[in-house]
């Protein structure tokens, strides 16, 4: 009975190591905008992303947090809501990934696309919107002339990766059309394939590679306010990702950031990543 019972726990200890967030020095994040599970999904105007939530991992059961948006970038960054008001201009002081990255030694960058200038941590300037950039609120980049200069536009994510030079992590924001915020979910998915399609063909994200890709959501339509902020996709894209996976685990915003720090091999987690799990069940 005690070698059954210590077999037992071999075994539970073997699949527990295994079932992690494997290292990765290319963490993608894009964020779309504002649209439930239910409508993206399935829907033949998203038939890119729909390809990818069919090979690669679709997190079923993600959630946001709240409406309307900027809470959720703000979860997305630093575990917290800190705010439901798009209006915001404040400095956010709260630990944040950025603090945890620069005391990891990893490299960042923002990448917004229409973002009016390098380092620009001003107001929006149509299609570019500031409350889906949270990085422009930390106090870790507003008060850095350094770490101002890694809020660039979205025409240097082309460059970068056209020659391997992506930081650790990129979070990659489309303008308010191409998110599918104020146009169609087919002119977001044509977006999508144009500009995201090209990363998957690098390097990181062939075969033995270590990219790790997460479209996600922020929020749902503003009448489905379950778990706060709706049911939303989020599909996880790379070489060492499940195939075909649908994980059914309870996900929300403070999971993808933790899962983010965990890739980067770093062990203190701000806010609610703190005692939030990563997506270890999708790799």
């Not at 890119?48 to 960054?77: D, V």
């Not at 917290?80 to 950025?98: F, H, K, L, M, P």
């Not at 890709?213 to 939303?232: C, M, N, P, Q, Y």
């Amino acid at each position: 009975m005690q070698s059954l019972a210590v077999g037992l726990l071999i075994t539970f200890v073997s699949i527990t190591a295994v079932a992690q967030v494997p290292p990765s020095k290319h963490i993608v994040m894009v964020l779309e905008e504002n649209n439930s599970y239910s409508s993206v999904i399935g829907n033949s105007s998203m038939p890119y992303l729909n390809s990818l939530a069919n090979t690669y991992a679709l997190a079923t059961n993600y959630y946001a947090n709240t409406h309307p948006s900027i809470g959720n970038y703000f979860m997305l960054t630093t575990g917290q809501i800190i705010t439901n008001n798009d209006a915001y201009t404040g400095t956010v002081s709260s630990d944040n990934i950025v603090r945890r990255m620069l005391t990891a030694g990893k490299t960042w960058k923002s990448y917004a696309e229409n973002l009016p200038s390098t380092g620009y941590i001003g107001g929006d300037v149509y299609p570019y919107c500031r409350h889906h950039n949270p990085f422009t609120y930390l106090s870790d980049v507003k008060n850095s002339s350094n770490e101002r200069q890694h809020l660039v536009s979205f025409t240097q994510f082309k460059t970068d990766r056209a020659n391997n030079q992506l930081p650790d992590y990129s979070f990659v924001i489309p303008n308010k059309c191409n998110d599918g915020h104020d146009c169609s979910l087919s002119t977001a998915d044509n977006w999508l394939k144009t500009n995201i399609a090209p990363l998957l063909t690098t390097t990181p994200f062939k075969t033995g590679g270590d990219g790790i890709l997460a479209i996600v959501f922020d929020e749902a339509a503003s009448s489905d306010t379950r778990k706060g902020g709706g049911h939303v996709v989020m599909v996880v894209v790379g070489p060492k990702v499940k195939r075909g996976y649908r994980s059914v685990t309870f996900y929300q915003h403070q999971n993808a950031l933790k899962a983010a720090l965990q890739a980067m091999g770093i062990t203190t987690y701000p806010g609610a990543s703190s005692s939030a799990v990563g997506f270890s069940d999708m790799f």
